[in-house]
């Protein structure tokens, strides 16, 4: 018995754990999924009936916003982070003296909350106070800068704050991938006097393809999950302009009562995280298990 | 360090312009990166600074002018008198909830995930490596995925609208990270290790208590400190699964902000955002090392 026990003692302490996955992860999803494709209103129900939620999601013009804003939205925000990122790190490798202190500086906005973040931006663009007032009172009276709250305009403003509060990260990771580039290369390539920006381009960049990846993956992910920065900004507004999936399911759920239109539309988030991730993740452990 | 560069090549030093030329270069690469730094400190001294001012100051001067008058008004109101919504008893109440929240949802989750990642690297059985894989996956999932029955769940339970309840979610969402955080650590720890130990007698929770977690403290610190930032920075299961009793500080930030009762008070608004973004800033700055070290380790690798 004893002897049974302690041999069975890892899968024991880790049963818990096991349980918990089975159940509030994949279990709820299961059930996500299931009253996605049911009439639930204000109380689930269980009698499938097909897939008239996705009808109804995708007949709507508030999701169809909201979807393509995320598409929108992401593209900008991992592009124009991995750019800043990528060159904030190459700048901050060429020996800089005080690079400790710009480090901290330029990370710094990760810690904090994205309500804490949208917060700091909604008032430095909101244009009655804020930097379009500063402007205009230096003498240029016409200048316009009303992101905020310009429908056209409002999705830029969230890029904006979003790139401020993850680009250190992602520099972050860059660097760390510049630094892990065999010195022996770079010290040969200089040698035979190829110029440093050649180095860049032809060796060191192209050696840190796995950093770009990871970078990507858990940029999207932000994105995708970007939900409290759009409520402390513009709260999906004016209107809808700033509506993501995140957003529009939450409203479902919490303010309209509407359970199969939040469930589908969490699927839907699911669907295009699992799109991008699951490949990532299958790889990464392919190549830990080889 | 140009002369060092220019020598370490082997080759003949530039003429006199090229010298000047790097010079430049690099003058201009320093202004560059300030002015970086420039953009990334800039919302933190307006913050700072508005926060400092009077409404009356705020509506006549500059954003980014420094506070003709320093006063502190804004800061006691934001701690203990803004309204978030009927209750006007600033952050104060709601800080302490997050606290409340955080201490057990972090001791629970390191605590649950040094076990897990002990056995995940150490006490290899059939079918870990699946397991591994959809333990990680939760890691993933937006969380909108799991809301509604999360929601219904903690409802039977009578958890709904508690810090219980959120300490709960916090911690079984949280597993996923703080597992693999020291899963990886104690792989790199040799398997002769545990095999000496055994021969010697020494059990399970034995070999765990006395060899693994006294070499522990480097990853728990960064476990400690990634998942801290995560559960006090939360917001989405804090609006979701909170009440107004219950609330975490993000929450009451975000009412304080957008309550539309009375005069918009900023200086009140830049001082509550300060003040619950003030424990992460400051594990960000007594700790930085192993803050990035998790963001680092959580994205390389999960």
Redesign the interface.
């Known amino acids: 018995m004893t002897d049974w026990l302690?041999r069975h003692?890892?899968?024991i302490?880790?049963a818990?754990?096991?349980v918990?996955?089975l159940l509030?992860?994949?279990?709820?999803?299961a059930?996500?999924a299931w009253?996605s494709l049911t009439r639930s209103k204000l109380l689930?129900r269980y009698e499938i009936d097909g897939l008239i939620q996705y009808e109804r999601l995708f007949a709507s013009p508030r999701w169809d916003t909201a979807l393509s804003n995320l598409f929108v939205f992401g593209a900008l925000f991992i592009g124009i982070s991995m750019i800043l990122g990528l060159m904030?790190a190459i700048?901050?490798d060429?020996?800089?003296r005080i690079e400790g202190a710009?480090r901290?500086?330029?990370?710094?906005?990760?810690?904090?909350?994205?309500?804490?973040?949208g917060?700091?931006?909604?008032?430095?663009l909101n244009p009655g106070?804020?930097?379009q007032?500063?402007v205009q009172?230096w003498g240029f009276e016409s200048f316009t800068f009303d992101w905020l709250i310009n429908p056209d305009m409002a999705l830029y403003a969230i890029v904006m704050a979003a790139v401020?509060q993850a680009s250190?990260?992602v520099m972050?990771?860059f660097l760390?991938g510049l630094r892990s580039v065999d010195g022996e290369i770079i010290?040969a390539a200089?040698?035979d006097?190829i110029p440093t920006w050649r180095v860049y381009t032809a060796i060191i960049i192209p050696s840190m393809a796995?950093?770009f990846l990871?970078?990507f993956?858990?940029l999207a992910?932000l994105a995708?999950?970007s939900?409290?920065l759009v409520?402390?900004l513009t709260?999906g507004g004016p209107g809808y302009a700033t509506d993501l999936?995140?957003t529009y399911?939450?409203a479902m759920?919490?303010s309209r009562g509407d359970?199969g239109q939040?469930?589908s539309?969490?699927?839907i988030?699911?669907l295009v995280?699992f799109t991008i991730?699951?490949p990532y993740?299958y790889s990464?452990?392919r190549a830990k298990?080889d | 360090m140009t002369d060092a560069t220019l020598t370490q090549t082997g080759r003949e030093p530039r003429s006199a312009g090229a010298l000047i030329g790097r010079r430049l270069l690099r003058w201009g690469l320093y202004a560059l990166l300030c002015l970086f730094a420039l953009y990334y400190l800039l919302p933190l001294f307006v913050m700072l600074t508005t926060s400092l001012k009077s409404l009356e100051e705020i509506r006549t001067g500059s954003l980014v002018a420094l506070p003709r008058e320093v006063t502190f008004d804004a800061w006691g109101k934001a701690w203990s008198g803004a309204c978030t919504g009927i209750q006007c008893e600033g952050l104060r109440p709601f800080f302490w909830n997050s606290v409340m929240m955080a201490v057990p949802g972090v001791l629970l989750s390191t605590l649950i995930g040094a076990l897990n990642g002990y056995i995940f690297a150490q006490w290899r059985f059939r079918g870990a490596n699946l397991f591994f894989a959809f333990l990680l996956f939760g890691c993933f999932i937006p969380f909108q995925v799991v809301l509604l029955p999360m929601a219904r769940m903690l409802g039977i339970f009578g958890l709904a609208g508690t810090i219980p309840g959120l300490i709960f979610v916090h911690t079984i969402y949280g597993l996923g990270f703080t597992t693999l955080f020291f899963r990886n650590y104690y792989v790199t720890i040799p398997h002769e290790l545990v095999r000496a130990a055994k021969i010697d007698g020494a059990g399970f929770f034995r070999i765990f208590w006395s060899i693994f977690l006294p070499l522990s403290l480097p990853i728990a610190v960064v476990t400690i400190i990634w998942q801290f930032t995560q559960i006090w920075n939360d917001f989405l299961f804090g609006v979701s699964f909170s009440s107004a009793g219950s609330q975490p500080i993000t929450v009451a930030l975000n009412n304080i902000v957008n309550s539309t009762t009375g005069v918009k008070e900023y200086n009140v608004d830049m001082a509550a955002a300060i003040i619950a973004g003030l424990p992460t800033l400051f594990v960000y700055i007594v700790a930085g090392k192993y803050f990035i070290r998790g963001l680092t380790a959580g994205s390389v690798k999960g």
């Not at chain 1, 901290?104 to 973040?117: C, D, G, H, K």
């Not at chain 1, 917060?119 to 430095?124: G, H, L, Q």
Request: hydrophobic residues 65%; positive net charge; without cysteine.
């Open positions: 302690s003692v890892p899968k302490v880790l818990p754990t096991f918990a996955v509030f992860v994949y279990g709820f999803i059930w996500t009253v689930p904030l700048f901050l060429q020996k800089i710009l901290t500086i330029y990370l710094y906005p990760m810690a904090l909350s994205m309500i804490v973040t917060t700091a931006w909604k008032w430095i106070l804020g930097i007032a500063m009172g401020w250190g990260f972050a990771l760390a010290k200089q040698v006097g796995p950093i990871s970078a993956i858990v992910h995708i999950k939900f409290d409520i402390a709260g999936p995140a399911m939450y759920a919490f359970l939040a469930a539309s969490a699927m988030m699911m995280v991730v699951v993740l990464e452990l298990n």
